[in-house]
Nanobody
Framework: QLQLVESGGDTVQPGGSLRLSCAAS????????IGWFRQGPGNEREGISG??????????YYDRSVSGRFLISRDNTKRMVFLQMNNLRSEDTGVYIC?????????????????WGQGTQVTVSS
């Protein structure tokens, strides 16, 4: 059974950067697409970024609100996926959650994903 644990959340000032990590255990990560989702205060969970599983051509997806500022990457040997977040804004505040879909494309709709972490808090505030 795949288990996911996020880390790296913190409080930063606007314009700052953070690198979130999603660590997998229980099975190999290579055949899973990984998505990052964000749930801000009073908001629904939204897809932020996704990366396809290793059994297909590598594709990346970003919500328009983070495109050009966030970068998703994966290291299958370490069973980890990363989300580099630059030029953070107050509206980026929220709980960031990683999720996995077996042999998936990495699309940003949450209904595709079967395994979820607990999330890590990111707060952007001056």
């Amino acid at each position: 059974q795949l288990q996911l644990v996020e880390s790296g959340g913190d409080t930063v000032q606007p314009g700052g950067s953070l690198r979130l990590s999603c660590a997998a255990s229980g099975t190999s990560l290579e055949n899973y697409a990984i998505g990052w989702f964000r749930q801000g205060p009073g908001n629904e969970r939204e897809g932020i970024s996704g990366i396809s599983s290793g059994d297909r051509a590598e594709n990346f997806y970003y919500d328009r609100s983070v495109s050009g500022r966030f970068l998703i990457s994966r290291d299958n040997t370490k069973r980890m996926v990363f989300l580099q977040m630059n030029n953070l804004r107050s509206e980026d505040t929220g709980v960031y959650i990683c999720a996995a879909e077996h042999r998936g494309p990495g699309f940003l709709n949450s209904g595709r994903y079967d395994f979820w972490g607990q999330g890590t808090q990111v707060t952007v505030s001056s």
